[in-house]
């Protein structure tokens, strides 16, 4: 499978608790992004990469959270001292930017849930 | 944030029918671009319409973009059962540094066989 892999694809945690996401991007691409959807929204901007710098974040993504890239490969999203807003799907994309080619590709996502 | 608003928020359609959902924008944009999402997994990038372009055709889909009033609209001919989901438009802004989409509140599609 060369498409975009989240893991895990659901992650049950207790407030208060840390939790980390990991994002495989497809090999060749070197922009990555993190989404955020809540039911009955559309996805909302967190963070961006190229290569290994994060090059914008969104107010969205609080104190509490941090995001990662080494060596421009694969992302780690952690969510610490998670609440129960913290509820909610996690989204990856990866794009290799050229005129011809500006989509995104999408991973399936990670389900979180706050208890 | 989200960039605008899509309406309907839910479409319920015979097979065979068309769809057809529309997308409503804020700001300058470089393009526009449609996603199709099942329940509960990520997002599928469905096409992409520029600034400068008023209409595009992809298969059964056509998508239309006009930038003096901020919308888009995205007609599905034919639908099939298939074509169950939640449909996204999102936009890339000028200026922007990042290429980041901003997505919509999303319509979903129900067509019933």
């Known amino acids: 499978d060369t498409g975009v892999s989240q893991n895990p694809r659901h992650k049950i945690t207790k407030r208060g608790q840390n939790v980390t996401f990991r994002c495989d991007p497809i090999s060749e691409h070197n922009r990555l992004y993190w989404y955020r959807q809540t039911l009955g929204q559309g996805p909302e901007f967190l963070t961006y990469?190229?290569?290994?710098?994060?090059?914008?974040k969104s107010r969205l993504l609080s104190d509490r959270f941090s995001a990662e890239r080494p060596k421009g490969s694969f992302s780690t999203l952690e969510i610490q001292r998670t609440e129960q807003g913290d509820s909610a799907m996690y989204l990856c994309?990866?794009?290799?930017?050229?005129?011809?080619?500006?989509?995104?590709?999408f991973g399936s996502g990670t389900q979180l849930s706050v208890l | 944030s989200q960039q605008g608003e899509e309406d309907p928020q839910a479409l319920s359609i015979q097979e065979g029918e068309n769809a057809t959902m529309n997308c409503s924008y804020k700001?300058?944009?470089?393009?526009l671009q449609w996603y199709r999402q099942n329940s509960g997994r990520g997002l599928v990038h469905l096409i992409l319409?520029?600034?400068?372009?008023r209409e595009k055709h992809s298969g059964r889909l056509r998508v239309t973009l006009d930038t003096s009033k901020k919308s888009s609209s995205l007609l599905i001919t034919a639908s099939r059962a298939a074509d169950t989901a939640s449909y996204f438009c999102?936009?890339?802004?000028?200026?922007?540094?990042?290429?980041?989409?901003?997505f919509g509140t999303g319509t979903l599609l129900a067509v019933q066989p």
């Open positions: 994309a990866s794009s290799l930017p050229s005129r011809s080619n500006e989509k995104l590709f």
């Open positions: 319409i520029r600034s400068n372009e």
């Open positions: 990469f190229q290569n290994e710098a994060q090059l914008e």
């Open positions: 999102a936009t890339v802004t000028v200026g922007g540094a990042t290429n980041k989409l901003i």
């Open positions: 700001t300058s944009i470089n393009n």
